[in-house]
């Protein structure tokens, strides 16, 4: 071990805990290990202040503070948003909370460390030093990461791993990580299965399965996924990725089984209730999805990996209930979210739903149907995504089924299901909206199968040897219907004849156009993935530094969507 890792008596330490008790014993813990100063807070706010003001080399911080609404968890993530942790500096999070999913929302936030109440000195010291070590054997990778020059972080970790330095597989795992988050998903593939074959690890083999689903291919990633729960079936993550591949293959009681396994493994995971409540809300097992939902609301509302999307699913399942109070109670706890978070337009968004839902309730039928068309207004907007097209096409059948008319329902649904069904799952996922309503469900369907229709014309032209004819009527189809696998389809045309293609910088400058205007590089499924928790399953914490290439990637995600 690295002797600056382990020699504590120039460091400078802070230690943030309500309980003076508690307090008192890390500060003695660290006393006895050398640490030369100590500096003690009781308040998250006098921390956070302290920091601001000078640096420290160690921060161990309790997770919860009575008579405080914020978190350790909060002040760490306002720390790294605001660039105000060194990243020498070690910061380890103490709780006494047990249960899986705050563990995880500790582990999976960029912490050095994180330790269960009651811990020993031997414990936290050996934390600590793990930390200082690895960030000393690893700091070139990070400052690279920290110059937002990914590219290079990624080949100096690849480096690190073929030539067996120190912390050799963790610079891998960051490297694949950089990697997959950049689109670079061979080059991803190929340094998982490296790792695999250097030293079998479960989370390289689950790396190749989520290279393979990231590049379009589930079926391979399916296959990966049941070796390796067949190998190691305690590996929580693997169902995880099981889960999303079998609903983008459009299997949906089989990916409902694997999500129940997820959360049988993990049962107080609230992502995990949250995957699992909006599979079984969608495979038509509604009653255990309002089960499953409430809990994670209940577990989780303030979590930083709850996916306030839920919230709307139990808003329409109160309305079809007619439970006024407990419908009143979800408009309540989206206004709790919004006062903490008010600059997150997609909150606002999910309100105003739950907002008409209250207006169909209360039969404020012109109040309602105001709401609805002004939501209806915005299905072309480049911010309309697949969540508010299956929260609008809910709300229609809603009115529909109480017989309160809205004349241009039919013109909407078409031009929703044109744009947005790009896939079997994604199609049958935006039909679920409008279960109640069989002329809707048909209409959904039948716009993904004027969506292949288009395809098989265009690409006919370049299988004809008129792969310019093909661009052209993609775009066009394109710009009509706003589709992102439409519009998907010209630039991969455009990629693979670009000799052939006379015209090709000009077809190209409009194709790049529309997939920037209309976010359509992203066009996976996926559940409660909203909740920014900065980890996919499988994956690994980036550093402080790293800014993903499209920030809104998360907000875009087709997948994540309503009732």
Known sequence: MNPSATDLHDAKAMVIDGNPQSRSIIVNQLRDAGVGTIVQVSRLVDARMKLEMGTFDVVICEQYFEREEDTGQDLLDDLRRNQLLP????????TSESSYSKVAEAAESALDAYLL?????????????????????????????????????????????????????????????????????????????????????????????????????????????????????????????MGRAQFELGNFQNALATFKMSTQLTPGSVNRLLKHGMMAWYAGEREEGVVLLDRATRL????????????????????????????????????????????????????DVVKALVYIQEYQTASALEEVRRMAKTIQQPTFDFESASNLLAL???????????????????????????????????????????????????????ILK?????????????????????????????????????HLVLQRYEPRIPDHAELLKKAQAL?????????????????????????????????????????????????
């Open 454 to 490: 288009l395809t098989e014309e265009a690409m006919t032209l370049s299988l004809k040897g008129d792969p310019q004819g093909a661009v052209v009527k993609l775009l066009a189809d394109g710009e009509r219907t706003l589709n992102a696998k439409i519009i998907e389809s010209a």
């Open 396 to 450: 229609m059948t809603r009115l529909a089924m109480r017989s309160i008319q809205l004349y241009e329902v039919d013109a909407a649904v078409d031009t929703m299901g044109l744009r947005f069904c790009t896939s079997r799952a994604l199609t049958e996922l935006l039909a679920c909206a409008a279960v109640g309503r069989n002329d809707f469900i048909n209409r959904v369907r039948n716009a993904h199968s004027d």
């Open 515 to 563: 997939r920037e205007r209309y976010r359509t590089t992203d066009i996976h499924a996926g559940l409660g993935e909203q909740a920014a928790t900065g980890r996919a399953a499988g994956g690994v914490s980036l550093p402080a530094g790293y800014r993903p290439p499209n920030p809104e990637g998360l907000l875009a995600k087709m997948g994540s969507v309503g009732a």
């Open 300 to 351: 989780g509302l303030d979590s930083k990996l709850y996916d306030p999307q839920a919230i709307v699913l139990l808003a329409f399942a109160r309305l079809d209930a007619e439970e006024h109070r407990a419908l009143a109670r979800c408009q309540e706890q989206l206004e709790h979210l919004i006062g903490r978070q008010p600059d997150k337009p997609r909150l606002q968004r999910l309100l």
């Open 117 to 241: 109440k009651p811990h020993t000195a031997a414990g936290l010291v050996e934390r600590i030093h793990q930390a200082r070590e690895r960030k000393e054997a690893l700091k070139e990778i990070f400052a690279v990461i920290e110059r937002e020059d990914f590219d290079e972080a990624a080949q100096l970790c690849k480096r690190h791993f073929e030539q067996r330095k120190p912390f050799w597989l963790y610079a891998a795992r960051i490297g694949a990580e950089l990697m997959l988050r950049s689109g670079h998903l061979g080059d991803a593939q190929k340094l998982y299965e490296a790792v695999v074959e250097a030293k079998t690890l479960p989370w390289a083999k689950l790396g190749v399965a989520r290279a393979q689903l990231e590049a379009g291919y589930p079926q391979r990633a399916t296959t990966t996924l049941e070796s390796l729960i067949e190998t190691d079936p305690g590996y929580t993550d693997a169902y995880d990725v």
């Open 87 to 94: 990243f020498y500096t070690v910061f380890v999070m103490v």
